[in-house]
């Protein structure tokens, strides 16, 4: 994206109804409350002419790109169609979406630029890549910060989700709610990881994302950051030894097939963000915009039961394809969490916003 782009997409604001529709309406279901409402302005003169959003019940034809580096037959893809069947019922057919999976239209950092400049509608990217955009996305990739999906799920459809989620119109984007990649485990093709010691020397794939890269650096290992859509190859070739995803991405992506050993890590937990262009999204009448958001969340809600339900199944089916699986005692995950406090998680939360990480840690303690 070019500079003009840029800051014509920092000086743009929302009107503030339609604001209301995207950070309350998506979320409202949740615990979240609305978004503070910034003043409206005049978009900057150098900008595409969007159309003014018109007065409620009005929805006109219109087509949504949505893309995805995660295949279709996996929880999300199918949540995915699940949010087009939402969205083309409820637009009684108008609004079409055509659902894009295993990264045709690229990585998630690539759609994500695309949503800025209006070359694409929708997209659902981890968090975790997008830190180079809202480097406030960043506390949730600190190791071992939620002990299961309650908190994670208290923690993202609560306040300190819905800040993140906030800063994301000066951005170009819109945020409709976090869906769940989950707890991510680490596959190898050299042994078991089943103490702090076994990461030494393993060379790693991992996000494009510098939390995840620190903490592999300082147990030893050899990350190396990359796009998903190059992962197979990677392992495939041996250029990496491993790589490290939730159980549902492991088996869809068939990482099986060129990986031995399964060690269930569970040393992060990862949020999909449901990120809609701001260019779009603006151009949309209120009644558009509810149709949209409120198919979010509920297709989001599917996302992560359906996410949740298959975990056993697509444990039993990694072993059944060969996997050598093991567990991670929670004595050595205490060892490796309190070896990454300092390096890792203290070093990042002052530059993500201790604040916010305070609040977070606040909330968690308030659960546990
Ligand atoms: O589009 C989603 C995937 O590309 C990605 O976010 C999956 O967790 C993931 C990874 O490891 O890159």
């Known amino acids: 994206m070019n500079r003009m782009m840029k800051n014509w997409i920092a000086g743009m604001t929302i009107p503030s109804l339609l604001l209301v529709s995207a950070c309350g309406s998506g979320t409202s279901t949740q615990t979240s409350q609305p978004a503070q409402q910034p003043k409206a302005e005049e978009p900057k003169k150098e900008a595409p002419a969007a159309e003014p959003a018109k007065s409620d ?16 037959d996996h929880p999300t893809g199918v949540s995915i169609n699940k949010f087009k069947e939402l969205v083309e019922q409820k637009s009684g057919g108008k609004i079409k979406v055509n659902n894009y999976f295993s990264a045709t239209l690229g990585d998630d950092i690539k759609m994500t630029e695309a949503l800025q400049g209006g070359l694409q509608e929708i997209t659902l990217p981890s968090t975790s890549p997008l830190v180079g955009t809202v480097k406030e996305f960043g506390i949730f990739d600190f190791p071992f910060i939620f002990n299961n999906e309650k908190e ?123 990120l809609v262009s701001k260019i779009f999204w603006d151009q949309l009448s209120p009644e558009e915009q509810k149709i949209i958001s409120e198919s979010a969340v509920e297709a989001g809600k599917f996302q992560r039961e359906l996410t949740r339900q298959s975990n056993e199944k697509d444990l039993e089916d990694l072993k059944q394809a060969g996997m050598k699986v093991n567990d ?41």
Do not use: C
């Open 152 to 274: 994670a799920d208290a923690i993202l459809d609560g306040p300190v989700g819905q800040k993140v989620l906030e800063k994301l119109p000066e951005h170009g984007l819109v945020g409709l709610g976090y869906w769940e990649n989950g707890f991510r485990n680490l596959t190898n093709s050299k042994h078991p990881v089943a103490t702090m010691d076994d990461f030494k020397g393993l060379k790693i794939r991992t996000m494009q994302n510098n939390v995840h890269l620190e903490a592999f650096k300082t147990l030893g290992a050899n990350p190396t950051p990359m796009a998903f859509s190059e992962v197979f190859t990677a392992l495939e070739s041996k250029a990496v030894d491993g790589q490290e995803n939730p159980l549902a991405t492991i088996k869809s992506n068939k990482f099986n097939e060129v990986q031995e050993y399964l060690s269930l890590t569970k040393h992060v937990y990862t949020p999909f963000v449901f």
């Open 57 to 72: 019940g009005d929805i006109k034809e219109r087509t949504i790109k949505f893309g995805i580096g995660l295949n279709e």
């Open 328 to 368: 991670v005692s929670d004595e050595e995950k205490k060892k490796i969490q309190e070896a990454l406090q300092k390096p890792v998680i203290d070093k990042y939360a002052k530059e993500f916003g201790e604040d916010l990480f305070k609040e977070m840690m606040g909330e968690l303690a308030k659960l546990r």
